[in-house]
């Protein structure tokens, strides 16, 4: 059964803009009547609080939906994906996207699915598992990947996937050929081949 493209979840970002006084609150309470102590924690709170505003107003300037060129190789740097021959900052950042999920990805279902749709940008996908230790999993595409956007997303699904399974990629354009039983196929002169991603 095919299963369409979700939206992505967003992570909701609070700002903590009162370091100092957590940090005066967490003192014990014999220490909070100490004008030098509480003098020395707002103190160390100023630099938290410093690092926290520099770091939050980053993070909403540079958010990695909307990042382009540099910016975009920064989170790249971040997450541990080059840029190499994507020159168009479209494609990096499904990359991108991928690699980050890929940094956290325990190898279920779910994950590889969720990173492979990052990868293909596709209409559909399918997941068949192919026992005793595989799987495949199918991308229906507008267009077909060329020979090098497919290595690069073999590379990146070869680092999400568990050890020991066996993977094949299948990407295959609207209207492609198959047999009964695919009711989204076509059959013989009408049907488009599909390409396995090898890399």
């Known amino acids: 059964m095919p299963t369409e493209p ?10 903590i803009a009162d370091h100092a006084d957590r940090a005066v609150a967490g003192l014990p309470s014999r220490d909070q009547r100490g ?9 160390l709170a100023a630099g938290v ?11 909403l300037s540079t958010r990695i939906s909307v990042a382009a060129g540099a910016q975009l190789e920064t989170w790249g740097a971040i997450v541990g994906e080059k840029r190499g021959a994507l020159t168009r900052d479209t494609d990096y950042r499904r990359f991108v996207m991928a690699r980050a999920q890929v940094n956290v990805c325990r190898g279920d279902s779910d994950a590889l699915i969720a990173i492979w749709l990052l990868l293909t940008d596709p209409q559909w996908v399918y997941l068949r598992d192919a026992p005793p230790m595989g799987f495949a999993l199918y991308a229906v ?8 956007l497919g290595r690069r997303v073999r590379r990146v699904m070869r680092d ?30 009408e049907g488009q081949l599909s390409s396995e991603i090898t890399g």
């Open 49 to 59: 609080q410093l690092l926290e505003d520099i770091a939050f107003d980053v993070l």
């Open 141 to 148: 595409r507008a267009t077909l990947l060329t020979d090098d």
């Open 35 to 43: 004008a030098r102590k509480v003098a020395v924690t707002r103190g």
């Open 160 to 189: 999400a996937k568990p050890a020991a399974y066996e993977m094949r990629l299948v990407q295959s354009p609207v209207g492609y050929f198959g047999f009964d039983g695919d009711p989204d196929a076509l059959g013989f002169d």
């Open 6 to 15: 979700a939206g992505r979840a967003e992570i909701e970002l609070t700002h």
